[in-house]
Nanobody
């Protein structure tokens, strides 16, 4: 059974940094991609960043490029989202997800429970 457990959310001031973690277990895909998504109040959930587990290729939504970095630790089965230069508009519930396949697919198979990130101005 696949489980994704996020941690690291919290309150940060604008311009500050936060690192989210997502520990994965039970993955049996031969090739897979892990992603971060976020959902702000009253808005739809949207893509933030993704990374392929094997090669470490990455993708980002435009609004976080240059500020956020996605990375993975294969030994710990953990993916991270380093958030720098945080903005109030980054406030959202952040979700970790995994898909069976490459970087640019839109269908994700499993999701974590989410972690709240609040950026104060």
């Amino acid at each position: 059974q696949v489980q994704l457990v996020e941690s690291g959310g919290g309150l940060v001031q604008a311009g500050g940094s936060l690192r989210l973690s997502c520990a994965a277990s039970g993955l049996t895909f031969s090739t897979y991609t892990m992603g971060w998504f976020r959902q702000a109040p009253g808005k739809e959930r949207g893509f933030v960043a993704a990374i392929t587990w094997s090669g470490g290729s990455t993708a980002y939504t435009d609004s976080v490029k240059g500020r956020f970095t996605i990375s993975r630790d294969s030994a710990k089965n953990t993916v991270y989202l380093q958030m720098n230069s945080a903005k109030p508009e980054d406030t959202a519930v952040y979700y970790c997800a995994v898909r069976d396949g490459g970087l640019y697919g839109t269908k994700y198979d499993y999701w974590g429970q989410g972690t709240q990130v609040t950026v104060s101005s």
